[in-house]
């Protein structure tokens, strides 16, 4: 049986998976219309609207199933890609994960996972 802290280990690297699937349908996104892929903050593609943590537009998942889809300031439907995208993120990781624990290296990896995505996100990825 899975003990606490596996249990918020895989929640935690579930929803870091899906920030993973949300930047990777951001960039498609962005490189389909041919806008710059880093320097800009996150926006609607239809209205414009900077899109803010603050105002619960960047929640991976559940922002998508709180509008139900649809931008919260044009009411646009988004398309179910974004869901697709954040939940696959999100289950790769849970499937890694999952295979760490019978190897038995889970916390260590996870944790090792965690810093090396911020690494990446700080250095690289920064939208
Ligand atoms: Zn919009």
Same mark, same amino acid.
């Given at each position: 049986?899975?003990?606490?802290?596996?249990?918020? !280990? #895989?929640?935690?690297?579930?929803? +870091?998976?899906?920030? $993973?699937?949300?930047?990777?349908?951001?960039?498609?996104?962005?490189?389909?219309?041919?806008?710059?892929?880093?320097?800009?903050? &996150? /926006?609607?593609? /239809?209205?414009?609207?900077?899109? %803010?943590?603050?105002?619960?537009?960047? +929640?991976?998942?559940? %922002?998508?199933?709180?509008?139900?889809?649809?931008?919260?300031?044009?009411?646009?439907?988004?398309?179910? &890609?974004?869901?697709?995208?954040? $939940?696959?993120?999100? !289950?790769?990781?849970?499937?890694?994960? #999952?295979?760490?624990?019978? +190897?038995?290296?889970?916390? $260590? &990896?996870?944790?090792?996972?965690?810093?090396?995505?911020?690494?990446?996100?700080?250095?690289?990825?920064?939208?």
């Amino acid at each position: 049986m899975f003990d606490l802290l596996e249990i918020g !280990l #895989l929640v935690t690297m579930f929803l +870091w998976g899906s920030l $993973v699937g949300s930047y990777a349908i951001t960039v498609q996104t962005r490189v389909k219309a041919h806008e710059k892929i880093r320097g800009v903050p &996150s /926006h609607c593609m /239809h209205c414009g609207k900077v899109l %803010t943590l603050r105002g619960n537009d960047l +929640w991976p998942i559940f %922002t998508y199933l709180i509008r139900r889809g649809n931008c919260k300031y044009c009411g646009i439907n988004i398309g179910s &890609s974004t869901l697709v995208y954040e $939940v696959s993120g999100g !289950l790769v990781i849970l499937i890694i994960c #999952l295979l760490l624990r019978a +190897w038995g290296v889970l916390e $260590v &990896s996870c944790f090792a996972l965690l810093i090396l995505g911020m690494a990446v996100e700080r250095t690289f990825l920064r939208i």
